[in-house]
């Protein structure tokens, strides 16, 4: 069983990321994970350049935390796994900064003064690209470093081509894969996630109409409880589907024990659409 972990709760996803890096990487040093996080509190509370604090209420910092979270472990069971090919401490580093940076296309500037960050939802994957290379272009890495963070990002749009994604190295496409697969799992498995789904839909409605959408996903719910249903079937018919196909069944890594064993992160979103399919059906009418 996974520790209990308070996403809510910045030091404590990043203590317990840092465990993971070191227990991976006994080389490693503890400056690596805590450069990572203190610069994603730095940005997402509003101490960068001219960008404001996150002000996007469903794609806020936790959910950012919670896909770090269970990116760390991913890359930790395909370690143990002894999956090809390996990850170094560099690579592990890059993906960590991804996922760190893959939802900063939600912040706005400071000059920003209408609506919230959901307004960016349809454009906030190259917007987060962007504000990584903007960050990172100030810090020591390198090119080929900060294009493959940008290529890692990209996995998580979508509609991400993910074919047409250059990729530098079949690790870096792991890399990316894996990343999209915490970014679904770290937000779905959350305990409060059914309760969220109604804040989920008002930044849907908000970039709908911020930018006048009249088809796609961002505009084909009309109410919150639409949504709300339709959950399920977005599960079983776009995740699952792009969890084993697209993104190569990576979250079997946290299968404990791998390979067969069972997954926590799966049984908790199963929790969830259970508890989701209840609160949406009336109980049945005694005769």
């Not at 070191?22 to 040093?29: A, D, V």
């Not at 920003?112 to 960050?135: I, L, Q």
């Not at 088809?215 to 969890?243: D, I, N």
Request: with cysteine; net charge neutral.
């Amino acid at each position: 069983m996974l520790p209990e972990i308070d996403t809510r709760v910045p030091g404590v996803v990043e203590e317990e990321v840092r465990s993971i890096y070191l227990s991976m990487y006994p080389e490693g040093t503890r400056r690596t994970v805590s450069r990572a996080f203190s610069w994603a509190i730095r940005f997402f509370s509003g101490r960068f350049a001219d960008y404001q604090a996150i002000d996007a209420r469903y794609h806020d910092f936790e959910h950012t935390l919670q896909g770090a979270l269970c990116l760390a472990r991913l890359l930790r069971g395909r370690q143990a796994a002894k999956a090809a090919p390996e990850v170094s401490a560099k690579m592990f580093e890059l993906a960590l900064l991804a996922i760190l940076f893959h939802d900063t296309g939600y912040l706005k500037r400071k000059e920003d003064t209408e609506g919230t960050g959901a307004k960016y939802t349809p454009v906030h994957v190259g917007r987060s690209a962007v504000f990584a290379r903007e960050f990172l272009g100030k810090q020591a890495y390198t090119e080929a470093d900060i294009a493959a963070i940008q290529h890692m990002i990209s996995c998580t749009g979508v509609n991400a081509d993910l074919q047409g994604i250059p990729f530098q190295s079949e690790l870096e496409r792991i890399l990316g894969f894996a990343l999209a697969t915490a970014d679904l799992l770290g937000q779905m498995a959350a305990d409060d996630y059914v309760e969220k789904l109604p804040i989920l839909y008002l930044e849907f409605a908000e970039a709908a109409r911020f930018t006048n959408i009249k088809v796609g996903r961002f505009a084909e719910y009309h109410s919150a409880e639409e949504l709300m249903r339709q959950t399920p079937a977005f599960w079983e018919t776009y995740v699952w589907p792009k969890l084993n196909h697209d993104f190569r069944k990576l979250y079997t890594f946290l299968n404990d024990p791998y390979p067969d064993g069972p997954n926590p992160y799966l049984q908790r979103i199963e929790k969830n659409l259970t508890r989701l399919r209840r609160r949406l059906t009336p109980d049945a009418v005694p005769r």
